[in-house]
């Protein structure tokens, strides 16, 4: 993950009944810390290394599998 690249992330609506792949964020920054590194995108969203292919995908077709395969609300189905 570099400045530059596109991240995806899985959006739902209001009620959190409809989900979809969101790809309207731009990798910004990255702040290296003694501890972590933290990313943060045009949207001010910040996230880590731990986030990615979790709540973070860099391919839309990771996101897309993600989604069918019931990763929602922050990274866990809405059942859990």
Do not use: M, P
Not at 7 to 27: G, M, P, S
Not at 29 to 56: H, L, P, Q, R
């Amino acid at each position: 993950c570099k400045v530059g690249d596109t991240v995806y992330r899985i959006a739902h609506n209001k009620d959190q009944t409809e989900y979809r792949v969101a790809d309207l964020w731009e990798v910004a920054e990255i702040v290296i810390y003694a501890d972590e590194v933290v990313i943060i995108d045009d949207s001010d969203n910040c996230f880590t290394n731990a986030d990615i292919g979790k709540t973070v995908f860099l391919t839309k077709e990771e996101a897309e599998q993600a989604l069918k395969g019931g990763v929602k609300n922050g990274g866990r189905n809405k059942t859990e």
